[in-house]
């Protein structure tokens, strides 16, 4: 009795033209997320994904480097055209938004600053002395 050779398809990645940037930038780390308009994600990256650790993470060049990272991902799904979305108060936000537009071949078509904004919601946390 011979074996069969057992073969997987190769997962054919869907071409998708536009797509929405969602940057995540906290104090300690930045999150960048590729998505179809639709909002299911193609792929993400993060400054501690890509090996930056402790205080590394929360810099610019760290944001820098983890969006190049996932834009070449994107590529990949044939993306052109992006939208940005910002959230959050981190080092990395300014410069990943700058990455974003001076990659090649990519054009961004709109930015939107989504960071959650309290309307005298709770009380904040004591203030910190150094």
Known sequence: MAKRKVTKKKKIKKQVG???????????N???TVT???GNALCWSSAGALGFKGSKKSTPFAAQQAVEDVMAKAKEYGIKEVGI?????GGGRETAVKTVGAIEGIKVLWMKDVTPLPHNG???RKRRRV
């Open 30 to 32: 930045t999150m960048i």
């Open 36 to 38: 179809d308009e639709m």
């Open 85 to 89: 979305k910002v959230q959050g108060p």
């Open 122 to 124: 709770c009380r904040p």
């Open 18 to 28: 536009r797509g929405v940037v969602y940057i995540s930038a906290t104090f300690n």
